[in-house]
C-alpha cells in the first residue's frame, strides 16, 4: 500500500520531472519513492544549499518548474540563504523537507515554517488524507504566483500508509494578464501616440517580456515604430532584430549604447522592474524623456515612469503594433487635402516617422555596443579580465549557456560573452545579493539543457563557499562543462568599494588558491590560465567531442586593479 510520501512522489512527478537534493531522514521515504516509482530523475548535490539553487536554474535554463529536497532541521536550515535568492528573484519550485512530527518539536526541530516565512518562502504541510492534494496546491501556488514553496512531510506522517487514490486533477493556473477598463484602453491609446510621433523610441524589455513570450511582438513594434531596442541583464536576446539592439542596460551596458539611450525621447519599458543597477541608479534616461511601463505588478516600479499599463508584456505588445499599424494605415491612405493646413500637417507627421527611422538606421551600432578591449596583462603583470573575456568569448563553444555566481566578476561576462536568448544567462544570488550558489547551477542547468554547453562564471570567494557542489557540477555535466574560476586572491567588490575607503583589507583578502588542483580531485581537467596564450586549451577542448572530453575548469590568474564598470556607478554612488 503506497505511503504518504509516495503520494507526494506520484503527483509531483506528474509535473514535475527533476528532483535535486541530499538525503537524510527526514526524506528518505519521499525519495525511495521517487527511485522506485517515478520517471522523475533525482540528482544528487553535497550541500543543501545546492538543492534549491539546482532547481532555480533548472527552471531559469528551462522554463520547467523543478524540486529540490532535503531532511528537517539542519538539512532544511541550510537551505534558506537559496531559498531567499529565489523569492526575490521570483522563481517557481517546490522546495520537499522533512519536518518535526504532528506530536510536537523534538530537540533538534526549529520552526521551519516561521523560518520559511522569515525569507518570504509560504510552506503546505501534507496529512494522511491529503497529500495528494496539498501537493497539487503547492505547485500550482508556485507556478501563479513565481514563487519557491516549501512542502513539508511530517516526521510520523512520512511512512504512514494510505489506501486512497493519488490522483489529484490537473493544475489550475491563470490566464496572461490583459489590460482591462477604460484607463488601460486610453493609456494604450497614449502610449502608441507617442511612439508614433517620437523622434527618438526607444524599448526596452526584461526577463517579464521573456516569460511572456513577448519577443516576436516586440519586434514588430520595433519595426514599426523605427525603435532602438535594449534589455536588461536578464532579458538579453529577446529582441529578433540584433542590428538595431544596444545590448544590456545599466552598468553592464556599453557606454556609446547608454548614451544613445539617454537620447530617447519615448522608452517603453516591458516587463523589468527597472531596479538600480539597470536605471544607473536614475541616470539611464534622460530628464525630458517620456517614460512608460508595461508589467504585471500593481503600480509603475520607479518614479521615473509617467504611464503605466498593468498587463502581460506579449498582449500589451501586440495592442499597441495593432494600434501603431492602424495609425499608419490610415496615414497612408488618407487623401491629401489641397487645403494648405492639411498639407502642413500631412508634412509634419511624415517628417516625425522619417525622423525615428533615421535616428535607427543612423546609428553605428558596432561602435555603441563596443567595450574597452583590455590589455594582455594588467600593470601588475597579472591577466586583464577584459582581454580574457574576449578571448574567452571568441573560444567557448556558440551552443553555450552562461551560470554565474556572484561578485565583482559579473560584469566581465556580461559584458563581453554574448548569449543568444535570456534563458542562456543567468546569475543565481544577485537578487538576494549572495555568493556561492555557482557550482549547483550548473548542475541545474545541465539538467534542463542536455544539447548545451554549461558555461559557469565565479568568482575565487564564492567558488571556495559552495566548493562542496564542484563535484556535482563535475559529474552532472561532464564534458558538456566549463568554469572559469576569476582568482583574483580577494572579495574583489568588497575590497573596491570598503577598501578604496581606507578600511583594513585584510579581512577581505583570500590567499590564492589552486583551483585547478581541486579540478583534478574531482575527475575534472583543470588549467591555470596566467596568459592569453594559456587559453588556447579551451579552444581544443571545445573541439573535442563532449562524450570523451573532461569537465575543464580555467583558474585564470587576474588582476585585481581593474574595476569593472558598474562597480564604478556603485563606487560613485555610494562615495
Known sequence: ???????????????????????????????????????????????????????????????????????????????????????????????????????????????????????????????????????????????????????????????????????????????????????????????????????????????????ADAGEALGRLADETGALTASTALGRGIFPRGEFDLGVTGGFGADGAMELIAKADVAVVFGASLNQFTMRFGALFSPGARVYQVDVAPAATHAHVGGFVRGDARLVAERLVARVAAAHASRRTTRISQESGDVLRDARDSARSASALS????????????????????????????????????????????????????????????????????????AFQAIGQGWPSVVGAALARPEATIVLTSGDGGGLMAIADLESAVRAAGGRGCAVVWNDAAYGAEVNLYGLKGLAEEPMRIPEVDFAAFAAAVGAEGVVVRTLADLDRLGSWAAENATSRRFLLLDLRISGDVIAPYQQEIIRVNS
Open 1 to 211: 500500500m503506497p505511503t504518504v510520501s509516495s503520494h507526494v512522489a506520484l503527483t509531483l512527478a506528474q509535473h514535475i520531472d527533476a528532483v535535486f537534493g541530499v538525503m537524510g531522514n527526514g526524506n528518505a521515504y519521499f525519495l525511495d519513492a521517487i527511485e522506485t516509482r517515478t520517471s522523475a530523475v533525482f540528482t544528487a548535490v553535497r550541500h543543501e544549499q545546492g538543492a534549491v539553487v539546482a532547481a532555480d536554474a533548472h527552471y531559469r535554463a528551462s522554463g520547467r518548474i523543478a524540486a529540490g529536497t532535503a531532511t528537517y532541521g539542519a538539512g532544511f536550515t541550510n537551505t534558506l540563504t537559496a531559498l531567499a535568492e529565489s523569492v526575490q528573484a521570483r522563481i517557481p519550485l517546490v522546495l520537499v523537507v522533512g519536518d518535526e512530527p504532528t506530536s510536537g518539536p523534538r530537540p533538534w526541530d526549529v520552526d521551519q515554517i516561521a523560518l520559511a516565512s522569515a525569507v518570504g518562502a509560504r510552506t503546505y504541510t501534507v496529512g494522511r488524507t491529503d497529500a495528494a492534494a496539498t501537493t497539487v496546491i503547492a505547485i500550482e501556488h508556485a507556478l501563479k504566483y513565481r514563487v519557491p514553496v516549501v512542502l513539508a512531510i511530517p516526521y510520523d506522517v512520512a511512512a504512514l500508509e494510505v489506501s486512497s487514490s493519488s490522483d489529484a486533477g490537473g493544475l489550475r493556473l491563470p490566464e496572461p494578464l490583459a489590460p482591462a477598463g477604460a484607463f488601460a484602453d486610453g493609456m494604450l491609446d497614449e502610449i502608441a501616440s507617442a511612439l508614433r510621433d517620437a523622434e527618438r523610441p526607444f524599448l526596452l524589455a526584461g526577463r517579464g517580456a521573456w516569460l
Open 359 to 430: 535616428w535607427r538606421e543612423s546609428v553605428d551600432m558596432t561602435a555603441a555596443r563596443a567595450y574597452a578591449p583590455g590589455d594582455d596583462l594588467a600593470p601588475d603583470g597579472r591577466l586583464d579580465p577584459r582581454s580574457a573575456a574576449r578571448r574567452i568569448a571568441e573560444l567557448l563553444p556558440e551552443d553555450r549557456v552562461v551560470v554565474s555566481d556572484g561578485g565583482h566578476f559579473i560584469g566581465w561576462a556580461n559584458m563581453y560573452w554574448p548569449v543568444a536568448s535570456p534563458d542562456r544567462m543567468m546569475m543565481v544570488g544577485t
